[in-house]
């Protein structure tokens, strides 16, 4: 099933959180629910913190119209004052239904104490019970293996997923009391649940 209907599933008009390692597909699942969202007449909000979303390239290898990845807006994350104001200020206008963050506390790095950041996360989490979709993503940072910026943005999350890598172009979302697959072409993403023997280890 497509990113959509998986995360919809799971957990409809919601705050989720994707942490996982580097190169663990979180990007790519992102992208592709943006795009999925996009091609059915969405305005999509996509908020990037790497600098690695390139619209242009997706046309390119993967012919999606042109006319879709315009109903993508980007937004380049930089300062954390900057971006505090201005997704603010987008969230008021409640233009967008589906709001998407690569590596939603990468412009927090810095800061020993990010009470934006926390305020970020309670107004995601307020506007998403009202009807819309929420789902950011961060990198695991600590020893502990939890994502970076957890302490602010985990009162406020809904759902948070794990999501690993099994091998090329195949991975894993874990949360809790299920966990399924994901295979990844190009920028598209699709899901299968795994049954409890597959869980479990059993056969």
């Known amino acids: 099933m497509s990113a959509e209907q998986f995360l919809n599933r799971r957990c409809n008009s919601c705050f989720i959180e994707i942490f996982g390692d580097e190169k663990s597909g979180k990007e790519k699942i992102l992208v592709s629910l943006a795009i999925e969202k996009a091609s059915k007449g969405e305005i999509v909000l996509y908020i ?17 119209k042109i006319e879709t990845m315009g109903r993508i807006d980007v937004l380049k ?47 995601f989490s307020f506007y998403a019970i009202k009807g819309n ?6 990198p695991i940072v600590s020893l502990r293996g939890k994502p970076f910026g957890y302490k602010y943005t985990d009162p406020y999350v809904h759902m948070r997923v794990k999501a690993e890598i099994l091998k090329e172009n195949e991975g894993r979302l874990t ?24 869980l479990t280890g059993n056969n």
């Open 48 to 64: 990037d913190s790497r600098g690695s979303f390139r619209p242009e390239k997706i046309v390119e290898t993967q012919k999606v």
């Open 77 to 123: 994350a930089t300062e954390p004052g900057f971006i505090f104001e201005k997704i603010s200020r987008l969230i008021t206008n409640k233009k967008y239904k589906t709001i998407l963050w690569d590596g939603m506390s990468l412009p927090f790095y810095e800061i020993q104490v990010s009470y934006e950041l926390s305020f970020l996360a309670r107004l």
């Open 133 to 138: 979709m929420i789902t950011v993503t961060n």
């Open 175 to 198: 949360s809790y009391g299920w966990s399924a697959k994901y295979f990844i072409d190009e920028w598209q993403v699709n899901f299968e649940d795994l049954v409890t023997d597959e």
